[in-house]
């Protein structure tokens, strides 16, 4: 008769354990996510990305292209 208390008791101990370990997963990905965050609001940062994924350039520079590098090859 304890076997049936015991045995859900231990199933509930491991989904504890998994939700923990996916909430441990999830604190990690908004920690990465909030450093992205911050790095778009750094003008540098979006000057750099501006340039090197949409080939912009800033206004009296002159741009060339070099052959045979895929579009978009830094971001």
């Known amino acids: 008769m304890a076997v049936v208390p015991a045995r859900q008791y231990l199933e509930q101990r491991g989904r504890i354990a998994e939700l923990d370990r996916r909430a441990a997963e999830f604190e990690t990905q908004n920690s990465e996510l909030r450093r992205e965050i911050s790095a778009l609001h750094d003008p540098v940062h979006l000057e750099k990305l501006a340039r ?17 590098r895929p579009a978009g090859a830094d971001c």
């Open 52 to 68: 090197a994924c949409l080939g912009m350039v800033a206004p009296g520079e002159v741009a060339f292209v070099v052959a045979g």
